[in-house]
């Protein structure tokens, strides 16, 4: 597995895959799953196992590879968020704007317009909560301490204010939350990295920025 990746995916179409094995191979399977994500260079004597696995492993190296590429992609956009807050940095007036912007978070509309400066690492988490109410028609009054640190952990990690705005535009029109009244989409759910790629990298949805100090 690769460096810095903790987890991996089973599927639940995979299912038949282990119901065709008896309890004994399906042990064996796993154990020879996790031994093979941990780099450990497993073997299997069982031929009909050996068969399974190729299905799985061919699954496991396409997941890795798509992982793969949006840890570059948010390495790429951390890279230049930092070269532009230098660039910013330079310039007395531009610090003055930025720190002058407003926002009018009530006007979905004009969100893009109002917000054009997406790098500082810094979330404004009323007009976050604001963005979030007015987006899933929702009336939540806080986003406390706990929710807070997650946001801020994941712009350490290279995500940007515009992934995590990206992500609830995306989910505000998924079929899936729409139908369930969006009660899934909680302002926890999008402090979640996993909830982020799922959503902001797979969106074509513009004009999604989250106001900044």
């Known amino acids: ?31 020879h799953i996790f031994q093979y994500v ?63 912007d407003n926002v009018n978070v009530n006007d979905n509309d004009n969100v893009n317009d109002n917000i054009k400066n997406n790098n500082i690492v810094k979330i404004n988490f009323d007009d976050l909560l604001n963005f979030f109410n007015q987006t899933f028609h929702k009336q939540s009054r806080l986003i406390n301490d706990k929710i807070k640190r997650k946001y801020n952990a994941r712009l350490k990690e290279g995500y940007t204010k515009d992934d995590i705005a990206k992500a609830m535009r995306s989910c505000s029109v998924d079929k899936f939350h729409k139908e369930s009244y969006f009660k899934y989409c909680t302002l926890e759910f999008f402090s979640r990295s996993e909830t982020i790629d799922k959503y902001a990298f797979n969106s074509e949805s513009k004009n999604n920025y989250i106001a900044t100090k």
Not at 5 to 21: G, I, P, R, T
Not at 64 to 76: A, F, G, M, T, V
Not at 88 to 99: C, G, Y
């Open 38 to 100: 941990n780099d450990e260079n497993p073997t299997l004597d069982d031929p009909m196992l050996r068969i399974a696995f190729i299905t799985i492993k061919s699954v496991l190296k396409r997941d890795l590879d798509k992982w793969e590429k949006q840890i570059k992609q948010r390495s790429e956009a951390g890279k230049k968020s930092a070269e532009s807050r230098q660039r910013n940095s330079t310039t007395v007036n531009e610090r003055s704007r930025t720190s002058t």
């Open 1 to 31: 597995m690769a460096k810095g990746k903790k987890s991996f995916v089973l599927y639940s179409d995979q299912k038949e895959l282990f119901e065709a094995l008896s309890d004994e191979q399906s042990g064996k399977l796993i154990k």
